[in-house]
């Protein structure tokens, strides 16, 4: 079974651009959420989709937003660049979204470098 | 938004148990206690999970006080391999996946 698949790996952009992550999850999988990990800050909810619907989102600025397509593959887009959003993104993908406890898988990240 | 304390750094020999503690004094009950790890230039990958039983998988196992406001993971026997980042992490059942990790237990392992 394919594990969850994140991509680009590494990526490098001008302050000022826009970027899009792709995540896509473990088959089967409908809920996908978006980690930022900053050497300062730790690894920081973004948000959470289930079924093309966000669910949940974290304490991010507006330019930060995402989306999840029918076959559960989801897409994070940041907009107008800043230094300080040098990080790795990380999605995690779940069978589900509530209940019982359930293991999240972790994709590798990609890691965003904006110089 | 972190709602587990532990300790920011730990260190074991090879080949011996390691008892790895988190705080989780205002855990609520529908509260899951989920323990996930870190290798470097990796993802966080699931370790264990319990609600109020102690628990026992391939890789550890988990102790949860009675009152539920700590836990604990062992490692049986910690190999190199085991030298992560462990994050004690808190489920809330209605918000499943929105994962608050804390600052987590940085485990180095002495050969």
């Known amino acids: 079974k394919a594990g969850v698949t994140q991509t680009p790996r590494y990526l490098i952009k001008t302050r000022g651009q826009q970027v899009t992550l792709s995540c896509s999850p473990i088959s089967g999988h409908r809920s996908v959420s978006w980690y930022q990990q900053t050497p300062g800050q730790g690894l920081q909810f973004l948000f959470e989709y289930f079924s093309e619907t966000q669910r949940n989102k974290g304490n991010f600025p507006g330019r930060f937003s995402g989306r999840q397509f029918s076959n559960s593959r989801s897409e994070m887009n940041v907009s107008t660049l800043e230094l300080g959003d040098s990080a790795l993104y990380l999605c995690?993908?779940?069978?589900?979204?509530?209940?019982?406890?359930?293991?999240?898988?972790f994709g590798q990240g990609t890691r965003l470098t904006v110089v | 938004d972190a709602k587990t304390t532990q300790p920011n750094s730990m260190e074991s020999n090879e080949e011996e148990p390691v008892h790895l503690p988190c705080n989780h004094s205002?855990?609520?009950?529908?509260?899951?206690i989920h323990w996930y790890r870190q290798l470097p230039s990796q993802g966080p990958e699931y370790v264990i999970h319990?609600?109020?039983s102690n628990v026992n998988n391939r890789m550890a196992s988990l102790a949860i006080a009675e009152d539920r406001k700590s836990s604990t993971l062992i490692l049986h026997r910690a190999t190199l391999r085991d030298a992560a980042v462990y994050y004690c992490i808190l489920r809330d059942r209605d918000n499943f996946n929105k994962f608050y990790f804390g600052s987590g237990t940085k485990l180095n392992v002495k050969p």
């Open positions: 319990g609600l109020t």
């Open positions: 995690a993908s779940s069978s589900k979204v509530g209940g019982s406890g359930t293991e999240a898988f």
């Open positions: 205002t855990i609520s009950g529908t509260d899951y």
